[in-house]
């Protein structure tokens, strides 16, 4: 997606630290995951949106819904936060790839059903799905397919944005369809995955 290893890293550094800042602010009291996954999609937006970084515009947009309603595919997916990502080189070419994303404290990922989980996004994609593990120091992040086999080794939440715009991570096959910014696009995603929050991530090419 983004051949310039000195760009890649300035804007996963960017992204990555951002998130762990918000992270750390809301691990201070009991706070649950779903309160930290909803607020993702706002501070990327609120730090990023217009913005240029290694010489890459940056625009975000993001959704929140609080109901799927009776047919809500929820809980088959296990999916708390999809992300969009597209990018555009200087040419006109535009790369998309879509991640999905399972958020657990850290704390409490013992005896619960983070496997189980992880093996339902795995049915969708397994090039797209990861786990989010929230803790003091910020966000680490897992491959879900090793999860799912017992052997999480999770990287920084820097590194996770690295791999995704080295094409690492993430599936080709999981974005909305149209332009950026087609709102209801990215809400077809949510309803299709059965997440709750969104979030699309442009990076145009200056």
């Not at 803790?135 to 995704?164: H, Q, W």
Request: hydrophobic letters at 35%.
């Amino acid at each position: 997606m983004i051949n310039d290893i000195e760009a890649r890293k300035k804007i996963s550094e960017a992204i990555g630290n951002s998130l762990d800042d918000l992270v750390r602010e809301r691990m201070t009291g009991l706070v649950e995951e779903p309160d930290i996954t909803s607020r993702v999609g706002q501070r990327l937006e609120d730090k990023f949106h217009g913005k240029t970084l290694g010489g890459y515009r940056i625009r975000v947009i993001s959704e929140t819904i609080t109901s799927h309603g009776s047919k809500s595919l929820e809980k088959p997916m296990g999916t708390d936060l999809y992300f969009a990502v597209e990018v555009e080189d200087g040419r006109g070419l535009k790369i998309s790839k879509g991640v999905l994303v399972q958020a657990k404290r850290l704390d409490r990922v013992a005896g619960s059903d983070l496997a189980e989980q992880c093996r339902r996004m795995n049915l969708i994609t397994k090039k797209g799905s990861v786990v989010w593990l929230y803790d003091k120091s910020g966000i680490k992040v897992a491959r879900s397919t090793d999860v799912e086999r017992g052997n999480m080794s999770p990287v920084s939440n820097s590194k996770f944005f690295y791999l995704v715009l080295k094409c690492t991570i993430g599936d080709k096959r999981k974005v909305p369809d149209g332009s950026f910014g087609d709102r209801s696009q990215l809400k077809t995603m949510l309803h299709t995955l059965g997440a709750k929050n969104a979030v699309w991530l442009e990076l145009d090419r200056r």
